[in-house]
């Protein structure tokens, strides 16, 4: 193929920008699936999804009986979660540091444009995020054979349901860099973000082990009841909802719900890389 | 003055003492505050039976299930704060006044139905939970009650002469054994009268309402015409969303610790020489919110978008059939269980199949429960069972894969997880870490 000619500073003609978006994809995705940390990320999440399995065997084992409606969803949440958060804090790490050192605004003045920028860096973490799904999923296939378990077709939508969702995580942190310009700004607004996303979540549950002081007057009572409304909202807009939300779904058995939320995971994952695309072009380049 | 009377002086002048300080002493035993309250009064059908609650005036909304008969009523009451259970609760007894009236129903401003009072009463044939609840309403609510009254005179006659025949039977025997004029085996006692589960609550009033899925507004119109002040609520019908099968799942040795499983798409994993036992049970899903309000309208848990299951009545005219790819292997009985106590220091439980077991003491007992028995030892890799009707047609719901796990081959496989990484850290260092690079024009 031949290659491109030369370009004007900060727009790129679309073969330029499919060259330097191929690049940059391939060099992140070989970088993030090569380098040390995604590896133990890996290998850790694929330690704690064992864990839960053998925890399950040795239940049978003890107990005689257990009944679980999908044995696997526990060990894919966590190792979902903990690889796509992983990768996202990778994502900020690198736009923010590229556009803290100036790297960012060399590169606009050579081939590369916001576009080709973030699609390149979306692209690389969705391949590094199917490859560590892949693997995954040949680690469940191996288990399923060798203990027992039921690997059900509900455990495969929800491997497929965690794609959009992950991309969504992955885009919301490349947005964030691009917002903040900096990275420990971003990296402190993600972890901010992400642990009261959890905390709406998960809070509701753990007040309800809380026990109430009063009828009239129980401030856990009405936390509850506040923290429950933010998350009736906060699950249609969280990735950690929406994933809950589509394995219920999926549990159930209802299709189109668990459709609508891939749906709207995807959605969420193309207006905020188009966003961090917009936000990237007048931040990377220094007046 | 001798010895004891001193003491009976002592004693004397310490219960005066005692009885003067109780005089002086407030009494610290709690009388929650009771105000005057008007209450809504729900026997809600939910199932087969009918849920009984209270709203207080703090509720604005009313729960029901659609299209089925459900019995409202308004009354006034006393209603108090128990902090035990951290709930407003409603003293009927005390005072339990009926507000006369007409109950209208609307929907967006219009008027849905109007209903007058009227006598009702709810009856269960086996008693609740082994037979379906049964509303009558108008002049057969009367007439039904006096069949549940001559039932329940029937039977405590049927009580009182089987005492009088035991009495008899016994002091009979006693004359015989005292006069040495026993010779055979002595003559079967009486038998006991059969057990009286009927039942039935008295004859009340109240507005039989039944409506299709939707939210309403009722408010309560006196004899006046005028609404009654804080009469008026918020009403939501709601349907079932699903229908389904529960398998209550005995543990051989665990009979008072069985699991559930409620779901189709669950597997019950079993250890190889395990067995237990599955009582199905009929069951529908409610959206989760609903069904918990519905059933304590105080309570604050539930949310709108989860669903919960309620359990309705046993199945017992089904046979569980096991499957395998596909290929019927097995059909499973419904079979009478009985279970026994382990003495001695292993205690925990046994579980008998009634029919074939020869503990003589056992197989005169009433069962504990039905069930159909699930033998992992007899039950090949990945089987599939399903309860079937009489006609061979499965129960919707009832699918279920029993899987035997085998926990001795997983110990060698903690080797896995590390495996990818091991493998791309050999391919990794393998190889020349190569990029990509731009071409040559571009650089």
């Not at chain 1, 455990?155 to 349901?161: P, R």
């Not at chain 2, 009545?313 to 009478?336: F, N, T, W």
Request: hydrophobic share 45%; charged share 20%.
């Amino acid at each position: 193929m031949k290659a491109p000619e030369a370009h004007e500073t900060g727009t790129c003609k679309p073969t330029h920008r499919y060259w330097a978006l191929r690049v940059i994809w391939i060099r992140d995705t070989q970088a993030l699936l090569l380098s040390p940390g995604t590896l133990v990320i890996v290998w850790l999440s694929a330690l704690i999804s064992y864990l839960f399995l053998v925890n399950y065997v040795d239940t049978v084992a003890e107990s005689g009986l257990n009944i679980l409606s999908s044995s696997f969803n526990l060990p894919v949440h966590s190792f979902v979660l903990t690889v796509s958060f992983f990768l996202t804090v990778a994502v900020i790490t690198t736009v923010a540091r590229d556009m803290e050192r100036g790297t960012l605004e060399i590169l606009f003045y050579g081939p590369v444009d916001s576009v080709a920028y973030v699609g390149g860096r979306m692209l690389a973490c969705a391949t590094a995020y199917g490859a560590a799904l892949a693997l995954g999923t040949c680690g469940y296939g191996i288990l399923t054979l060798i203990s027992g378990f039921v690997l059900p077709v509900s455990t495969w939508a929800v491997i497929g349901l965690s794609i959009p969702v992950a991309l969504y995580l992955i885009a919301f942190g490349i947005c964030l860099s691009a917002v903040t310009g900096k990275l420990r700004a971003a990296l402190g607004w993600f972890m901010a973000l992400a642990l009261l996303l959890l905390a709406v979540q998960f809070g509701p549950l753990l007040l309800n082990l809380a026990p109430s002081a009063s009828q009239y007057y129980d401030p856990v009572r009405v936390l509850r009841g506040a923290l429950d409304s933010v998350d009736r909202i906060a699950s249609w807009i969280s990735p950690f909802g929406l994933l809950a939300q589509g394995t219920e779904a999926v549990r159930r058995g209802d299709a189109p719900h668990a459709l609508v939320t891939a749906v709207v995971a995807t959605l969420y994952a193309v207006v905020l890389t188009v966003g961090g695309m917009r936000f990237l072009l007048p931040r990377g380049m220094h007046p | 003055m001798n010895l004891t009377r001193r003491c009976q002086a002592c004693l004397a002048g310490l219960a005066l003492l005692l009885s003067l300080q109780g005089l002086t002493t407030p009494t610290w035993a709690q009388d929650p505050g009771r105000t005057e309250e008007l209450v809504y009064l729900v026997n809600a059908r939910l199932g087969g039976a009918y849920e009984s609650s209270y709203y207080t005036a703090d509720r604005n909304t009313l729960y029901l299930v659609a299209d089925v008969p459900s019995v409202i009523s308004l009354r006034r009451t006393l209603v108090y704060f128990w902090p035990i259970t951290n709930q407003l609760k409603a003293d009927l007894d005390a005072l339990n006044e009926q507000i006369e009236g007409t109950l209208v129903v609307r929907q967006a401003g219009r008027d849905v139905a109007q209903l007058d009072l009227t006598a009702y009463v709810i009856q269960y044939a086996e008693g609740k939970g082994k037979s379906p609840g049964q509303l009558f309403v108008g002049d057969e609510a009367p007439a039904q009650w006096e069949r549940f009254d001559t039932a329940r005179s029937a039977y405590r006659e049927a009580v009182s002469q089987y005492f009088q025949d035991t009495l008899r039977y016994r002091q009979d025997l006693d004359a015989a054994i005292a006069a040495n004029a026993l010779e055979d085996e002595p003559s079967a006692p009486p038998p006991e009268p059969a057990p009286f589960y009927y039942s039935s609550t008295p004859v009340n009033r109240g507005h039989v309402i039944e409506l299709p899925i939707g939210t309403y507004q009722i408010v309560l119109q006196g004899p006046n015409g005028e609404p009654v002040p804080g009469s008026q609520k918020r009403l939501v019908v709601f349907p079932s969303t699903g229908e389904g099968v529960a398998y209550s799942v005995i543990p051989h040795d665990r009979y008072t610790f069985p699991e559930t499983s409620q779901d189709a798409r669950e597997a019950i994993y079993l250890r190889g020489d395990a067995k237990a036992y599955l009582q199905p049970f009929s069951q529908v899903e409610y959206r989760e919110l609903y069904l918990s309000r519905l059933q304590d309208p105080q309570s604050w848990g539930g949310r709108a978008d989860r669903f919960a299951w309620f359990r309705l009545a046993e199945i017992k005219d089904a046979q569980l059939v096991a499957y395998r790819r596909g290929r019927e292997i097995a059909r499973i009985e419904r079979r009478p269980y009985v279970v026994r106590q382990i003495t001695g220091a292993a205690l925990g439980y046994e579980i008998h199949d009634q029919t074939t077991t020869n503990l003589e003491r056992l197989q005169e007992r009433r069962p504990d429960f039905y069930g159909y028995a699930l033998d992992a030892a007899k039950l090949p890799a990945g089987t599939k069972i399903q309860l079937e009707d009489a006609t061979g047609h499965p129960y919707p719901g009832s699918q279920r894969t029993v899987r035997i796990l085998d926990s001795g081959q997983l110990g060698w496989s903690i080797v896995l997880p590390t495996a990818p990484f091991l493998a791309v850290v050999l391919i990794a260092g393998a190889r020349r870490r190569r990029f990509t690079r731009l071409p040559r024009e571009m650089e």
